[in-house]
């Protein structure tokens, strides 16, 4: 497959789009894998060519959290793990679990937390961020991260934003912070998925090299205006994603 200088504009410009919100509240996936299909990557491919983008991009974005000190490396330390496992597991039987089957279980959650979602919302404003390490939040954090890593492992879609949701309701972060330390374990669960697809074979290369660069300038955009104005950019990208995330389910079952 050879792509067009066209094509390859218009692939750039999504997943550089993807990756920017992304990094923000999660989803991008929802972008960027019609956007590999649309263009003729194998469908058994593409799962392993978005793991391989995505992890360099979220790098990124990892980065700049790290950098800012956005990142509460003692208490993801169990988080980080437990994804890896997670994740790990989730590929691997990605091969057998039928998408039809995760599509409805999200038809379930997704309408769920949209009920929820205005006390996401209190519990994120009146969160004054965790000031350090906890016990029993670090164990809340290394369920979350098992979980949430088997699903981005195994399905995909929408995993930073529930990364981001789950760790303001049973951590009590706020959004700045659950959105930075949902992008480590993202960024780890997504390193422990590729290396499964590497040595299944299961990534299209050719349009990998154009996607990295896309992916990586997304995720640095985005990662700044998180570490800037956390609170009135986080909250409408992550209304945004869920609803088009339903959205998805909906059609795919039609």
Not at 127 to 145: H, N
Not at 216 to 223: F, K, R
Not at 228 to 245: C, D, T, Y
């Amino acid at each position: 497959m050879e792509l067009s200088f066209l094509e390859l504009g218009v692939m750039f410009a999504l997943i550089g789009f993807a990756g920017f919100v992304d990094s923000i509240a999660g989803g991008g996936g929802m972008i960027t894998i019609p956007t590999y299909l649309a263009l003729g990557v194998p469908p058994d491919l593409v799962l392993g060519t978005n793991k391989t983008v995505s992890t360099t991009g979220t790098s990124i974005a990892v980065f700049r959290f790290a950098k800012n000190k956005a990142i509460l490396w003692k208490l993801m330390a169990g988080a980080i793990v437990l994804s890896m496992l997670g994740s790990y597991i989730g590929a691997s039987l990605s091969k057998y679990l039928s998408r039809s089957m995760m599509t409805g279980i999200l038809l379930v959650v997704i309408p769920a937390i949209l009920l929820i979602q205005r006390k996401i919302d209190i519990r994120a404003k009146a969160s004054e961020g965790v000031k350090g390490f906890d016990r029993t939040l670090a164990i809340k954090a290394a369920v979350i991260g098992f979980v949430i890593g088997g699903y981005d492992g195994l399905f995909g879609p929408g995993t930073g934003t529930f990364l981001l949701i789950a760790f303001v309701l049973f951590v009590n972060m706020d959004y700045r912070q659950a959105s930075a330390n949902g992008r480590i374990i993202n960024y780890i669960s997504n390193l422990s998925a590729f290396f499964v697809f590497l040595y299944e074979g299961r990534i299209y290369w050719p349009v990998v090299g154009v996607a990295l660069i896309a992916a990586m300038i997304g995720n640095y955009l985005g990662s700044g205006m998180v570490l800037n104005n956390a609170e009135k950019v986080v909250r409408p990208v992550f209304q945004v994603v869920l609803i088009a995330l339903l959205a998805k389910c909906v059609y795919d079952l039609i």
